[in-house]
């Protein structure tokens, strides 16, 4: 009798639904939030698959902060990455959920300010033309370079950020114009800062906002502006050393993990974990992120062990 293909796939469906194997069911951890710490988790993640040989899946997604939160106050998922602390009205909606969980520093970061290599006449920027160009009055108002500073071309302004859900959104807008969320809203948005890479590295008169590590990996394409308190002060770049110093401000600041009780009763995402703080120092280093001293990443690891929940509004540790 000639075997059809249909018939081919059926035998094989029967093979794997009797085999020993089919039934080990393969564990999973799920992770999502923000996508300046998907490089981190997305690193640790295939260690560790690597280490299981398999046994667990570790998804790791970019819905950005905002998004991740509500996915994790809702029980959705068991870590939750983020680039800013948790706000007020998130840990609202945990608590209503029964979700307790350990809030868990885990590296540095720093907004950095990005033009395309090709463009050769901006070097540095001041506070107060970055607000200029981004509070929310200059929607449809400040349209080209030369709007903002006299000597700069007279070319169009096309700018590049982060998405609304996303904490650094809420860290660069808050920090720039003085208000969490207040920001024109005719630029380029996006959660995937890859995307935002991409559009400015291919215009010249682009601006944009991104995390250091997604600088540090295109610049071939992506040159990074010196930030200036004012006009009579000093512009710093962003790098590794000013931003472990802390000579890079205000855009330096430290990133997240939250991680749900709940989910630690499971041990495969009790083993992540552990593997990921563990193995921290090198794996932010990886990924041209800057990492915390090791005795946050020790107090990290007591936190966890111990199941002790975050309290909203206490400094647990230092950096």
Do not use: H
């Amino acid at each position: 009798m000639k075997m059809t293909q249909k018939s081919l796939t059926l035998i094989a469906l029967i093979a794997l639904s009797v085999s020993p194997f089919a039934k080990a069911e393969r564990k999973r951890v799920s992770v999502d939030g923000s996508s300046t710490v998907f490089p981190i988790m997305e690193a640790s993640a295939e260690e560790f698959q690597n280490n299981s040989k398999g046994k667990v899946l570790v998804t790791v997604g970019i819905s950005g902060t905002g998004g991740g939160f509500k996915k994790f106050c809702r029980g959705e998922i068991d870590i939750q990455n983020a680039s800013r602390s948790i706000k007020q009205k998130e840990i609202t909606k945990c608590s209503e959920a029964g979700i307790n969980y350990i809030e868990i520093p885990i590296a540095y970061d720093a907004i950095t300010l990005v033009v395309s290599k090709d463009n050769t006449w901006l070097k540095e920027i001041t506070l107060a033309e970055l607000k200029k160009i981004w509070e929310p009055s200059a929607q449809e108002k400040i349209k080209t370079w030369n709007q903002v500073r006299a000597d700069w071309p007279e070319k169009p302004i096309r700018l590049y950020g982060a998405g609304s859900d996303s904490g650094t959104f809420d860290y660069f807008t808050e920090v720039v114009t003085g208000t969490s969320r207040a920001s024109r809203s005719d630029y380029s948005a996006s959660e995937d800062d890859n995307t935002l890479v991409q559009g400015v590295s291919q215009d010249t008169f682009a601006l944009g906002y991104i995390p250091y590590s997604y600088y540090d990996n295109n610049k071939n394409k992506l040159k990074a502006l010196a930030v200036k308190a004012d006009a009579k002060s000093i512009g710093v770049v962003p790098s590794l050393d000013n931003i472990a110093t802390g000579a890079y401000q205000p855009f330096a600041r430290p990133i997240f993990l939250y991680v749900s009780i709940n989910s630690l009763k499971k041990k495969e995402v009790e083993d992540f974990l552990g593997f990921t703080l563990g193995n921290a120092t090198k794996l932010v280093t990886d990924v041209q992120s800057i990492p915390l001293s090791p005795k946050a990443y020790a107090t990290a690891i007591e936190k966890v062990k111990a199941r002790q929940p975050s309290i909203p509004g206490t400094k647990e540790a230092k950096l």
